[in-house]
């Protein structure tokens, strides 16, 4: 059994996560910044935390991080404000994987997409720029660092049911997947070292989640 805190615990991919770890035995640290979010996140099993990463320094995040093996990074200001995007998405971000560091924590996986990369190509004047910029550093950095990070780009979120299989690889281009299934990727990239060190992009497709991880 390990204990992880999901960052962004009201989110639905986090959600569907907190639910699944918690039913595998793990003990799950929801951090949520709005307190009238913990009884959706205590329905799942899991605990709610109560705090606004944005607002807080590396030290005090170390010690909401304090005694957890694992951090998953599945928040996000939700767009329409590039000014709190690059405060949440790339700063917050950034500090929590300091914040990790420093409260002893080696595993860190971070919820990303599919495109994300410093070569995005989305234009500055689409709405979406500031997301892919803030995205694209956040993941170069936790790339730099001496964690033992994993990033994970799922394409297009969809709300239908899980099927517990992915496609991913050098020649797969974005396509959808279920919100679901990516929760099923985060866990099983938890629990399967060998994930460590790697951008593993995916959509939904034909191979077991465990399977197409392992390949």
């Known amino acids: 059994m ?13 959600l569907h996560l907190a639910r699944i770890l918690t039913e595998r035995g793990h003990q799950v640290s929801a951090i949520v910044r709005n307190p009238t979010h913990r009884d959706d996140v205590e329905a799942t099993g899991a605990e709610a935390v109560v705090a606004d990463v944005e607002g807080l320094d590396v030290d005090e995040l170390a010690e909401v991080l304090a005694g957890h093996d694992a951090v998953v990074w599945s928040a996000g200001a939700g767009g329409g404000d590039p000014e709190r995007t690059y405060a949440v998405d790339r700063d917050a971000a950034v500090e929590s994987m300091a914040a990790a560091d ?8 971070m919820v990303s ?14 709405g979406f720029f500031a997301y892919a910029e803030a995205k694209a550093a956040a993941d ?28 991913t690889g050098p020649t797969v281009t974005s396509s959808s997947v279920t919100r679901e ?33 392992a390949g």
């Open 2 to 14: 390990s204990r992880i805190a999901v960052i962004g615990g009201h989110g639905k991919v986090a």
């Open 102 to 109: 420093q409260a002893g924590i080696r595993r860190y996986v």
């Open 113 to 126: 997409y599919f495109g994300a990369s410093p070569d995005h190509g989305v234009p500055e004047d689409d």
């Open 140 to 167: 170069e950095h936790l790339r730099g660092t001496d964690l033992d990070w994993t990033v994970l780009g799922p394409s297009r979120l969809t709300t239908d049911p899980a099927t517990g299989r992915i496609e």
């Open 181 to 213: 299934d990516v929760a099923l990727v985060v866990a099983a990239t938890l629990e399967d070292p060998g994930t460590v060190g790697r951008t593993i992009r995916f959509n939904n497709g034909e191979t077991p989640i465990a399977e197409a991880l």
